[in-house]
T-cell receptor, first 113, second 111 residues
C-alpha cells in the first residue's frame, strides 16, 4: 500500500499525558498537512510542511502542540498535557509539489479520558 | 470563512438523484469535493478550478459558479456505495493550498 499511513489508528490517554502521532506521506510528496476533525465536522487545518520546513500553523495549534518533519519524510504531531477537548480524529494528508489534490491517511483517533 | 453546505443530511433510495450545494461568503477560486465514510479517510472526488467548469466522476458530477461563489455536486442514479459524508473544500490562499472544509452533508442511500 503506497498511500498515506498514520500510526497509531487509535489512542486512549489520560488527561495530562503526552501523546505522539506519526504520519508517513506518499513517498514523492513534499507537501504535508495535519488536520483535526471532531465528530460531525469537517477537517480543520492545523499545520503545513513543505519538505522539512513548517511554513504555516493554525491558531488552533496551541503551544501544547508541536509538529516536526525531520528530513522532509515522515512527520510527527505531539500533544503535551492532553485535555479532554483534544479528543478528535487527527488526519494527515500529503500532496505533490505541482498538484493540488490532497491524499488523506486513515487518521489517528485520540480519546482523552 | 467556512463554506456552508446544504442540505445537512439527505436520505435517498437506490437510483434516486441528489444535489449538494456549497456556498462561500468570500471569494471562491477553486472547489475540492471529498467523500468520507464513517471511520475512514476523506477520499478525493474532484477539483474545479475555473468558474463555469463542470466535471464528472462516474455518475457524480459537479459545477462551479465563481460569480455566485457556489458549487454543486450532483449524484445521479445513486448507489449504496455513495453513502457517506460529502465535504466541499476551498483553498485557504497563500502557497500552502490548505483546505477550508465545508460544514458537510450526510448522505444515506437505502436499498
Amino acid at each position: 500500500d503506497t498511500g498515506v499511513s498514520q500510526n497509531p489508528r487509535h489512542k486512549i490517554t489520560k488527561r495530562g499525558q503526552n501523546v505522539t502521532f506519526r504520519c508517513d506521506p506518499i513517498s514523492e510528496h513534499n507537501r504535508l498537512y495535519w488536520y483535526r476533525q471532531t465528530l460531525g465536522q469537517g477537517p480543520e487545518f492545523l499545520t503545513y510542511f513543505q519538505n522539512e520546513a513548517q511554513l504555516e500553523k493554525s491558531r488552533l495549534l496551541s503551544d501544547r502542540f508541536s509538529a516536526e518533519r525531520p528530513k522532509g519524510s515522515f512527520s510527527t504531531l505531539e500533544i503535551q498535557r492532553t485535555e479532554q477537548g483534544d479528543s478528535a480524529m487527527y488526519l494527515c494528508a500529503s500532496s505533490p509539489s505541482l498538484g493540488r489534490q490532497a491524499f488523506f491517511g486513515q487518521g489517528t483517533r485520540l480519546t482523552v479520558v | 470563512q467556512q463554506p456552508v453546505q446544504s442540505p445537512q443530511a439527505v436520505i435517498l433510495r437506490e437510483g434516486e438523484d441528489a444535489v449538494i450545494n456549497c456556498s462561500s461568503s468570500k471569494a471562491l477560486y477553486s472547489v475540492h469535493w471529498y467523500r468520507q465514510k464513517h471511520g475512514e479517510a476523506p477520499v478525493f472526488l474532484m477539483i474545479l478550478l475555473k468558474g463555469g467548469e463542470q466535471k464528472g466522476h462516474e455518475k457524480i458530477s459537479a459545477s462551479f459558479n465563481e460569480k455566485k461563489q457556489q458549487s454543486s455536486l450532483y449524484l445521479t442514479a445513486s448507489q449504496l456505495s455513495y453513502s457517506g459524508t460529502y465535504f466541499c473544500g476551498k483553498e485557504g490562499g497563500g502557497a500552502t493550498n490548505k483546505l477550508i472544509f465545508g460544514t458537510g452533508t450526510l448522505l444515506a442511500v437505502q436499498p
